[in-house]
C-alpha cells in the first residue's frame, strides 16, 4: 500500500481592498530653455580655401565648357522646337525648286541629248514599194534629236515617190522613228493575154483578175510603151474627173500627151480631151455638157479647149444653122454672117458631124 502525500497548507485568499482615487496632476506651465549659443574657442583660426593648381583649373574649365555646351543644346533644340513649321515650308520650296529645275534639264536632255537622237528608222506599210529604199531616203535624218526632226525635210524626202498617197511618222522613244505608208489606189484596168491588171497612176500593177472589174474604165494603151507620155496623160486625166463622172467612163486611150479620147458608159458617147493640161476645168465643162445632152444620143464632146466646148451629134445637121459640106468641115450658113469663134471638130468614127459653140 502506498503512504498518502502529506497535504500543502494553502495560504489564505486575500480579501479586497476599497478603491482610492488619485488625483490628477495639473499641467504646470512650460519654460523656453534658451538654444545653447556656440562659444567660440579663442584659439580656433579661419578655414582656409585649397589652394589653385593646374589639374584643378583645368578639370573647373572643362565644367565650364561642358555647362556651355548643354545650355547650347537646350537652346537649339528650343530653337528647333519653335521654327519646325518654317522649317517644313522652307524645305517644300526647296523641293519644290528641285524638282523644277529637274523637269527642265529632262526637256533640255530630250531635245538635245544625244541619247535621244534618231538611230533607227523603220517603213511599214508598202506593198510594191521597197521599204528598205524608203528607209534610204530618209537616212540623212540619222542623229538627229526625236524632237527635232523637221516634218517639211521628211515630206520632200518622199514626196518623189509617186506611190505614197500619205504617211504617218511615229516617234518611239529613245531613238527609233516609225513610218507608215499608205499606197495609191488603181485607176484604171488594162487589159491582157489572159487577164486584167489593175494599175495606178504610176503604171504599177495592184492587182489582177481574170473578168473586168466593174466600174473601173478600161486603158487602151495600143503600142504605146505603160511607161510612155500616153499613159501618164490618161493617169492625170483619170485623177482630175470627179468620181461620179470616172465612173460614167467605160474606156480611155492616148497614145501621145495631146490625143487622150473617152468613151462614155452606155451612150456610147465620145470625148475628145486633149492633152491633160487643164484637167480640172474640162472635167467642170464636160460634166455640164453631159448634163444638157447625156440623151441626145450618139455624139462627140470636144473639150480640148475647155473655153470653146462642143457637142457634135451624130446627125448632119448642126444646131447652129451650119451645113456639112460632104468634106467633114462646119459651113456657115447662107443666111448668117460666119462667127469667128466657131470650131469644128473632126468627125467621129467616120460620120460626118458639124456643130458650133455653145
Given at each position: 500500500?502506498?503512504?498518502?502525500?502529506?497535504?500543502?497548507?494553502?495560504?489564505?485568499?486575500?480579501?479586497?481592498?476599497?478603491?482610492?482615487?488619485?488625483?490628477?496632476?495639473?499641467?504646470?506651465?512650460?519654460?523656453?530653455?534658451?538654444?545653447?549659443?556656440?562659444?567660440?574657442?579663442?584659439?580656433?583660426?579661419?578655414?582656409?580655401?585649397?589652394?589653385?593648381?593646374?589639374?584643378?583649373?583645368?578639370?573647373?574649365?572643362?565644367?565650364?565648357?561642358a555647362a556651355i555646351r548643354a545650355r547650347r543644346r537646350e537652346e537649339r533644340h528650343e530653337v528647333r522646337r519653335f521654327t519646325r513649321r518654317s522649317?517644313?515650308?522652307?524645305?517644300?520650296?526647296?523641293?519644290?525648286?528641285?524638282?523644277?529645275?529637274?523637269?527642265v534639264l529632262l526637256i533640255l536632255g530630250a531635245v538635245y541629248s544625244p541619247l535621244l537622237a534618231l538611230r533607227t528608222i523603220t517603213v511599214d506599210?508598202?506593198?510594191?514599194?521597197?521599204?528598205?529604199?524608203?528607209?534610204?531616203?530618209?537616212?540623212?535624218?540619222?542623229?538627229?534629236?526625236?524632237?527635232?526632226?523637221?516634218?517639211?525635210?521628211?515630206?520632200?524626202?518622199?514626196?518623189?515617190?509617186?506611190?505614197?498617197?500619205?504617211?504617218?511618222?511615229?516617234?518611239?522613244?529613245?531613238?527609233?522613228?516609225?513610218?507608215?505608208?499608205?499606197?495609191?489606189?488603181?485607176?484604171?484596168?488594162?487589159?491582157?493575154?489572159?487577164?486584167?491588171?489593175?494599175?495606178?497612176?504610176?503604171?504599177?500593177?495592184?492587182?489582177?483578175?481574170?473578168?473586168?472589174?466593174?466600174?473601173?474604165?478600161?486603158?487602151?494603151?495600143?503600142?504605146?510603151?505603160?511607161?510612155?507620155?500616153?499613159?501618164?496623160?490618161?493617169?492625170?486625166?483619170?485623177?482630175?474627173?470627179?468620181?461620179?463622172?470616172?465612173?460614167?467612163?467605160?474606156?480611155?486611150?492616148?497614145?501621145?500627151?495631146?490625143?487622150?479620147?473617152?468613151?462614155?458608159?452606155?451612150?456610147?458617147?465620145?470625148?475628145?480631151?486633149?492633152?491633160?493640161?487643164?484637167?480640172?476645168?474640162?472635167?467642170?465643162?464636160?460634166?455640164?455638157?453631159?448634163?444638157?445632152?447625156?440623151?441626145?444620143?450618139?455624139?462627140?464632146?470636144?473639150?480640148?479647149?475647155?473655153?470653146?466646148?462642143?457637142?457634135?451629134?451624130?446627125?448632119?445637121?448642126?444646131v447652129g444653122g451650119a451645113a456639112d459640106d460632104g468634106t467633114g468641115k462646119n459651113l456657115p450658113s447662107p443666111n448668117t454672117t460666119p462667127n469667128?469663134?466657131?470650131?469644128?471638130?473632126?468627125?467621129?468614127?467616120?460620120?460626118?458631124?458639124?456643130?458650133?459653140?455653145?
Amino acid at each position: 500500500m502506498r503512504s498518502p502525500k502529506p497535504e500543502v497548507p494553502r495560504a489564505p485568499a486575500e480579501t479586497p481592498q476599497p478603491s482610492r482615487r488619485v488625483p490628477a496632476e495639473t499641467p504646470q506651465p512650460s519654460r523656453r530653455v534658451p538654444a545653447a549659443t556656440p562659444r567660440r574657442n579663442p584659439r580656433a583660426q579661419p578655414a582656409r580655401l585649397p589652394l589653385a593648381t593646374p589639374a584643378r583649373d583645368r578639370t573647373a574649365k572643362a565644367e565650364i565648357a561642358a555647362a556651355i555646351r548643354a545650355r547650347r543644346r537646350e537652346e537649339r533644340h528650343e530653337v528647333r522646337r519653335f521654327t519646325r513649321r518654317s522649317r517644313r515650308r522652307r524645305l517644300g520650296w526647296v523641293v519644290g525648286a528641285g524638282l523644277f529645275v529637274m523637269l527642265v534639264l529632262l526637256i533640255l536632255g530630250a531635245v538635245y541629248s544625244p541619247l535621244l537622237a534618231l538611230r533607227t528608222i523603220t517603213v511599214d506599210g508598202t506593198s510594191r514599194l521597197s521599204a528598205a529604199t524608203l528607209e534610204k531616203a530618209l537616212a540623212p535624218n540619222l542623229g538627229t534629236p526625236l524632237a527635232l526632226l523637221d516634218d517639211a525635210k521628211i515630206k520632200a524626202q518622199l514626196g518623189k515617190y509617186r506611190l505614197i498617197r500619205s504617211y504617218v511618222t511615229e516617234l518611239q522613244p529613245p531613238n527609233t522613228l516609225v513610218v507608215h505608208i499608205s499606197e495609191r489606189t488603181p485607176v484604171g484596168v488594162i487589159q491582157g493575154a489572159d487577164d486584167f491588171a489593175l494599175v495606178d497612176p504610176a503604171g504599177i500593177v495592184v492587182d489582177r483578175s481574170a473578168t473586168r472589174p466593174d466600174g473601173v474604165p478600161l486603158i487602151q494603151l495600143g503600142s504605146a510603151p505603160l511607161d510612155g507620155p500616153g499613159y501618164a496623160s490618161m493617169a492625170q486625166v483619170l485623177l482630175a474627173l470627179p468620181a461620179d463622172l470616172r465612173g460614167q467612163v467605160d474606156t480611155i486611150a492616148a497614145l501621145t500627151h495631146d490625143d487622150v479620147t473617152l468613151t462614155l458608159r452606155g451612150s456610147g458617147q465620145r470625148v475628145i480631151w486633149g492633152s491633160a493640161d487643164q484637167s480640172a476645168v474640162k472635167a467642170q465643162v464636160l460634166a455640164r455638157l453631159i448634163a444638157l445632152h447625156g440623151q441626145s444620143g450618139t455624139g462627140t464632146y470636144t473639150v480640148s479647149a475647155p473655153q470653146f466646148a462642143v457637142f457634135n451629134p451624130a446627125d448632119a445637121v448642126s444646131v447652129g444653122g451650119a451645113a456639112d459640106d460632104g468634106t467633114g468641115k462646119n459651113l456657115p450658113s447662107p443666111n448668117t454672117t460666119p462667127n469667128p469663134n466657131q470650131t469644128s471638130s473632126p468627125p467621129a468614127d467616120g460620120q460626118d458631124q458639124g456643130g458650133v459653140e455653145r
